[in-house]
Structures are given as C-alpha cells and as structure tokens.
C-alpha cells in the first residue's frame, strides 16, 4: 500500500507506542518501587516477631529476679501496633495465645476455637519460628500485617486506575477527533456542492439555447453535452447529500443496481463480464438515499473493474440475509486484497493506483454505515484469484 500525503494513521501509532510504553514504564517502575518497601516492612515485621520469640525463651529459660514484663509489653505493643497477627503453638499443635486477631477476652473456650481457626488459615503461610522454652518447643505462626497486604496490592491498583483513566481519555479524544473530521467531510462536500451549482445551472442555460436552433448547433451535438451536464449535476447532489442530512426513500434496490450495472457495462471493456443475479422477493424495498447508494456501487465496481485489469468476471448479487437484513455481495476475479489490509483499504489515503486519492472505500463505507446504518466490508478476498465486497442493509 502507498503511503498517504500525511499518514495520520502511522503518527497514530507512533502516539500509541509512545503512551504504551511510558505506562509500562510508569507500571514496572512503581512495582519496583512498592517492592523494596514491602521487603523493608516484612523483614521489619520479621524482626519484630524474633524479639518476640527471644523473650518468650529468655523469660522462661532465666530465672531472675528482676522484672522485665515491661519489655514484654514493648515488644508486644510493637507487634500490636503493627498489627501482624501471630499464634503461639505448643509443641503438640495447639494454639496457646494470638494478637491481633480479635479474640474475645472472657470466653476462653470461644478464644479457643477462634484460635484453632486462625492456626488452620496460618499453617500455610509461613514458615513459624521455633521457640525453645525450658527444653520444649513452641512455635509463633504469623500472617501478613494489613499494611503489608494492602502493600503488595497498591501497585496493581495504581496500574489498573492509570489504564482506566488513560482508556477514559483515549476515548475522550478519539470522540472529539472524529468530530473534527466530520466537520472537515461535511464542510467539504456542501461548498464543492455549493460552487459547482452556478456554472452548472449556466451550463443548462446554454443547452436550452443550442435547442432553439438546432440548424445552428445539431441536436446530437447539444444531447451530448446535455447528458455531460447531468452526470455534472448528479455529482453536485451526490456532494450535497453527504454535506446534510440526506432525504432516505423507499427504493428497489435491485432496481437501482441493475440499472447501474447497465451503465458501467457499456463504458468497460467487453472483456469482462458483468452478470447480475436478483435473490430478493419482488415487494422487498429499502430505505435508501438514491444518489449516495448509487455513488456507494459505483465506487465498489470501479475498484473491482480497476483490480482486474480489463479481464474478468464481475459479479453482483443481492438476497436476502435475514429477518432484518439484505445483503449485496460485489465479486470480481481480480488482483484480491492480502488479509491484513481488508480493513485498511477503508481508510482515507489508502490507494495502490497511480492516479488513486484512496477516498472511494472511505466515502463508501461512511455511507453505508453512518447514513444507511449498514455495514460495508470485504467478504473475502485472495490475492491473485479475486474479492467479494459485502453490503448489508437494515430494512
Ligand atoms: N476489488 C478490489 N480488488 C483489489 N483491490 C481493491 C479492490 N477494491 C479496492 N482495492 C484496494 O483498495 C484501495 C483503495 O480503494 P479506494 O478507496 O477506492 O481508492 P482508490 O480507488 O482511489 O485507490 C485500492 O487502491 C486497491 O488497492
Ligand atoms: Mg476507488
């Protein structure tokens, strides 16, 4: 595919790539970041803990007068207002006390099975550590404080609101974009609508004067360019249709297409054969803006005549798809399309002609989809054997 004049859709990409990695960046960094805090909190915990089961052994291993429980309230305040739960377990696997888990202070037999409760959730979590009291062993099984867990989670949480947020604004500026470029459409179509209408109306003028003397100015000769000036003012509608809100009728669409496909048949080449198959029941018409979805085929079997280069078979039929939709399938047997560009060939830019503006699939397409509430797109399509262009239509 050549590249477009401006390629927005590349410097589209470029954007995205850029956003992509600044958020994986801002993600592993702050991971890191809440990684080495959380390693800094649990070995802090840890440490907590091992003074806590160094007490425990001194306490019952020294027998001394002197009265430390003060340090025993430091170090279990410490533990308490860091709110690490732990259980001390005697050596035959039973719970012989907790902090921090919300035990019932005068109900020893409740405190008790809460206890053998949360040993149960514990047992897993870490490895416990042994304390040696007077030749038996006893061991303190602790858990994750809050702080830690809520620690571990915050960079997830920080990612996913950054990617929500990036979403948000994502959306928020491709909506704002598209309006943009509707403007840019609209504008467009109604002032080239708008200039081509006073040298056209001339134009007629002149014609109903040739007509008056047709010694002077042959008949044949005025016909021609009569014909010339209506395909003229045809575009002009076309152009001022899709520059407002277009008058949709009920229309035979076999109709419109077959008449169409009349006409493209005597300005190609007889080298390629142009059958046209009707599958819709007779009654069946659709809500249509005629110029629009006349410009919609043309546009659809001029690509497919260019893509065979003067030989081959162009294949149009139209049936029913289902309760609600009619489908049109537009078949060539030309150069075909490769996989990855089947979506790409609707975007603006997008030509592989010398001569191609790359506009027709792009104007194609708006009109089925934002003025018919249709879809256009490519059925199928292999390189070297040919293409089937799909249009379905809402009844
Ligand atoms: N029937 C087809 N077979 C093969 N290629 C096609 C067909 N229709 C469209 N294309 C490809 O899509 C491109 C875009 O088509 P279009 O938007 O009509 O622009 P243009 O006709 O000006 O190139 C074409 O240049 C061509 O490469
Ligand atoms: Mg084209």
Redesign the pocket.
């Known amino acids: ?2 590249l477009p004049a401006i390629d927005i859709y590349s410097q589209k990409n470029l954007y995205q790539i850029f956003i992509g990695i600044n958020l994986a960046l801002i993600g592993i960094a702050s991971i890191i970041y809440t990684y080495n805090i959380v390693e800094n909190v649990d070995a802090r915990e840890k440490r907590q803990l091992t003074l806590y089961a160094q007490l425990i052994e001194y306490s019952a291993n020294h027998s001394t007068t002197e009265d430390y429980t003060f340090l025993f309230e430091v170090v279990k305040d410490n533990i308490f207002q860091s709110r690490i739960p732990t259980i001390l377990v005697g050596d035959d696997n039973l719970p012989i006390d907790g902090t921090n888990l919300d035990l019932p202070a005068h109900d020893p037999s409740e405190k008790q099975k809460l206890l053998i409760e949360a040993f149960e959730e514990m047992k897993d979590e870490h490895p416990p550590i042994e304390v040696d009291v007077a030749g038996t062993k006893q061991y303190i099984y602790f858990s994750d404080s809050s702080l830690l867990v809520q620690m571990r989670y915050y960079p997830y949480v920080q990612l996913l609101s950054l990617l929500v947020l990036g979403f948000l604004a994502y959306l928020v500026f491709s909506a704002s974009r598209a309006a943009e470029q509707n403007r840019v459409w609209v504008g467009l179509a109604k002032e080239t609508a708008h200039q081509l209408g006073t040298p056209i109306a001339s134009l007629m003028g002149w014609v109903e004067f040739f007509r008056t003397d047709p010694e002077r100015y042959p008949d044949e000769y005025t016909g021609e360019i009569e014909k010339d000036v209506k395909r003229l003012e045809m575009i002009t509608t076309r152009f001022s249709s899709i520059g407002s809100t277009p008058a949709m009728k009920h229309e035979n669409v076999s109709e419109v297409v077959s008449s169409f496909l009349d006409y493209l048949k005597r300005r190609i080449s007889t080298k390629v054969k142009v059958t046209f198959v009707n599958d819709l029941p007779e009654e069946r018409q659709m809500n249509i803006n005629r110029n629009l979805f006349e410009w919609v085929i043309e ?2 079997c ?3 005549v ?3 280069t003067g030989v081959g078979a162009l294949k149009v039929r139209i049936f029913v798809l289902n309760k609600q939709e009619i489908a049109i399938d ?1 078949s ?1 047997t ?4 490769s996989r990855g ?1 089947w979506q ?5 830019g ?4 010398k ?10 397409k708006r009109i089925i989809e934002e003025y018919h509430g249709g879809k256009l797109f ?1 059925k199928n ?1 292999e390189v070297g054997k ?2 089937t ?1 799909r249009i379905v239509l809402k009844q």
Do not use: E, H, Q, Y
């Open positions: 595919m050549k546009n659809i001029k690509n497919a260019d893509a065979m537009i060539d030309g150069k075909g399309i560009n790409k060939v609707f975007k603006p997008i030509s592989t002609k001569r191609g503006w790359g506009l027709g699939l792009t104007l194609a490519v399509s040919g293409t262009f």
